[in-house]
């Protein structure tokens, strides 16, 4: 199926050889560290990318500064007794203007946020998003950063009747304070798919999207709720693709969702064992076979990343066929200020990583 393709590539790479182009190597794979579960990462205004993830109870942060040729020792940001993590859980990362905040949950209930200031070497003591204390014990949530140091998070609750329903919060102070938490969606079944996290992505405009995998009459399909004035209202939400999958279990798979700078959403997700590409209101794409997607909206397109069979598969606007990026599972993309993306992913017991041109 891709003998078409590399042959095409070395006739673009003679072509660009006799022209006096350079074909540049693809970048090499990084290991990030050499432990660790359910790695997330960020890029902040500096283009420093920042990765967090968990062992066991602790949770730890590294950066690189040279584009993610290399990242720094590991370090601890702290511990919380039954840290969520596994199966697309573990904490989350996210920079504003001025800091760095971190939002880890545990499957007590409560989700902690720390946070640190670009100049700062330390981190704070972590606050509670959550103002009903213990209320999210499955251990989802999501972060996205809007205008200046403004925080969004979202994840699954059980404050409703003991079910599992999508609530939010946001911070203006980055990740000091919390707003009052409220209900986004709340399932007329009664609670939404209680095994799958919940995606959210915003952007300097005030559009907040968040996505989520209901439960409704047996179907476990992706929806996605929209707030135009920085999370102070959300529309109904809407369900993504004109599919369905009935399903009498949890898929433990949400997905992911971008905007670009446009305020355009996009997201991936699964639906039984094929990931699907989808905007608001449109239908659905095919895009392989897999699970465990992710997604980055650049002005050069969509760069997308899931698992299958062991391996990280990648589809990017510069390439004419998927590629195979390494050998793993759960990877995460984010966007560089260059135009590139960078890619992490567990394997083996290790943090890996690669810059996605």
Not at 8 to 28: E, K, N, Q, T, W
Not at 337 to 346: H, N, P, T
Request: glycine share 10%.
């Amino acid at each position: 199926m891709r003998r078409p393709f590399l042959a095409l590539g070395s006739l673009i790479a003679v072509a660009c050889s006799l022209f006096g182009f350079v074909v540049r190597d693809s970048d090499p794979t990084v290991t990030v560290s050499t432990f660790g579960k359910q790695p997330a990462l960020a890029v902040d205004k500096a283009n420093n990318i920042k990765v967090v993830f968990g062992q066991a109870d602790e949770i730890f942060y590294t950066a690189s500064t040279n584009g993610g040729k290399s990242f720094s020792t590991p370090a601890s940001v702290g511990r919380q007794p039954q840290l969520a993590l596994g199966m697309t859980r573990g904490p989350q990362i996210v920079t504003t203007e001025d800091y760095t905040v971190i939002a880890a949950a545990a499957h007590t209930g409560k989700i902690m946020a720390y946070r640190k200031g670009n100049e700062e070497t330390k981190w704070s003591e972590p606050v509670n998003i959550l103002h009903a204390d213990t209320t999210a014990k499955e251990g989802f949530v999501a972060v996205a950063s809007g205008k200046g140091n403004t925080v969004y998070a979202a994840w699954l609750d059980l404050r409703l009747n003991r079910k599992n329903n999508v609530f939010f919060a946001s911070s203006r102070d980055g990740g000091k304070t919390w707003s009052e938490n409220t209900l986004v969606y709340a399932s007329p079944q009664g609670g939404v798919c209680p095994c799958c996290r919940p995606s959210i992505t915003a952007d300097r405009k005030g559009n907040v999207y968040i996505m989520f995998r209901n439960e409704l009459k047996g179907a476990r399909d992706m929806y996605v709720a929209h707030s135009k004035d920085g999370g102070k209202s959300f529309g109904p939400a809407q369900k993504l693709g004109t599919g369905t999958w009935v399903l009498e279990a949890c898929p433990m798979d949400g997905g992911a969702i971008s905007v670009d700078a446009s305020g355009q959403a996009g997201s991936i997700w699964r639906r039984e064992n094929t990931v699907y590409y989808a905007e608001p209101g449109s239908a659905e794409r095919k895009i392989g076979e897999g699970r465990a997607p992710s997604l980055a909206k650049t002005t050069k397109g969509e760069y997308l990343v899931w698992q299958q069979n062991g391996e990280i598969m990648a589809l990017t606007p510069n390439k004419l066929a998927i590629e195979t990026i390494g050998a793993g599972t759960y990877p995460r993309l984010a966007a560089l200020s260059d135009q590139g993306v960078i890619s992490v992913w567990e394997s083996d017991g290790r943090i890996m990583a690669k810059r996605l041109p």
